[in-house]
């Protein structure tokens, strides 16, 4: 073969996995547009149908991945490789898939399972996985929870799925739960009405159920006054704070004494 020959040919090959390379481009410029165009459609239609806003991203995250991976093969398609053989390597490379990741698996399963039984949603404030926070999106292996100090935290499906669940949004009150320990000279019931009137006049305090003050505990200290106020769920951690505020400035208004052990001893 001459050189002039070769460099036909060698210029017909480019010429030809040139326009192929500058077909895949538009392909996937356009597949992507199209397939955020779908996932923006259907988000809409299930925002109009006021769809749980996770279901919908747990939706369009599926929606994704489908559709992105039809159009690697029409990508793949077109440089000639055979779909049809690349729908049973496909197959293959999902049976060993399976059987090596299958903790990612039953995170994916998990996940659908939490949106069928749907023990919490976005916004929710969980505990769940040995973390406590606010869900901001169940994704299709792992749930993010961002702690009450801003920590990001992903945690599997699977480990929230398979342990308990403490949704607390789901309930209308919470309870704040204190205690103030007081002194053996302090006069309870003097305490008692001081926390009374403290705790009711608290921004966030609900006067329905009524704050629960009383003795629960006895001590070297002397007695133990619980402090049970109700809240809101989203005023909860305001109203903790201000419990703590509440038990300082009454044992200081009073004047009662620091608490401190007696201890009798009898030497012989």
């Excluded at 055979?82 to 049973?88: C, D, E, I, R, W």
């Excluded at 903790?103 to 994916?108: I, T």
């Excluded at 169940?138 to 342990?163: C, H, Q, R, S």
Aim: proline share 4%; glycine share 8%.
């Amino acid at each position: 073969m001459d050189t002039s020959a070769m460099v036909k040919m060698l210029q017909d090959e480019a010429v030809h996995y040139g326009l192929l390379i500058v077909g895949a481009l538009l392909i996937w410029i356009v597949g992507r547009w199209i397939i955020g165009l779908v996932i923006r459609i259907v988000r809409r239609a299930l925002t109009a149908r006021h769809v749980d806003p996770t279901l919908q991203n747990y939706l369009a995250s599926i929606i994704s991945v489908t559709l992105n991976i039809i159009l690697v093969i029409a990508i793949l398609g077109q440089f000639g490789v055979q779909t049809t053989s690349l729908a049973a390597l496909i197959a293959a490379m999902g049976l060993a898939i399976g059987t090596a990741w299958g903790g990612l698996l039953a995170n994916f399963a998990a996940g659908a399972f939490m949106l069928i039984l749907r023990p919490f949603k976005v916004g929710d404030v969980i505990a769940a996985g040995g973390t406590l926070g606010t869900v901001e999106e169940i994704g299709l292996f792992a749930t993010t929870i961002v702690t009450p100090d801003g920590v990001v935290t992903y945690v599997g499906n699977n480990k929230i799925f398979g342990d308990n669940i403490q949704n607390l949004s789901a309930s209308q009150i919470r309870r704040v739960d204190r205690t103030m320990q007081v002194s053996h000279e302090a006069n309870v019931d003097d305490v008692i009405s001081r926390l009374t009137q403290a705790v009711a006049s608290t921004q966030g305090v609900l006067q329905t159920p009524p704050p629960e003050i009383w003795v629960i505990d006895f001590t070297m200290a002397g007695p133990v006054i619980a402090v049970r106020p109700y809240c809101t769920p989203e005023n909860y951690w305001t109203v903790y704070a201000a419990m703590n505020d509440v038990i300082r400035s009454v044992g200081s208004q009073a004047g009662y004494p620091a608490p401190y052990t007696i201890h009798s001893v009898n030497q012989r």
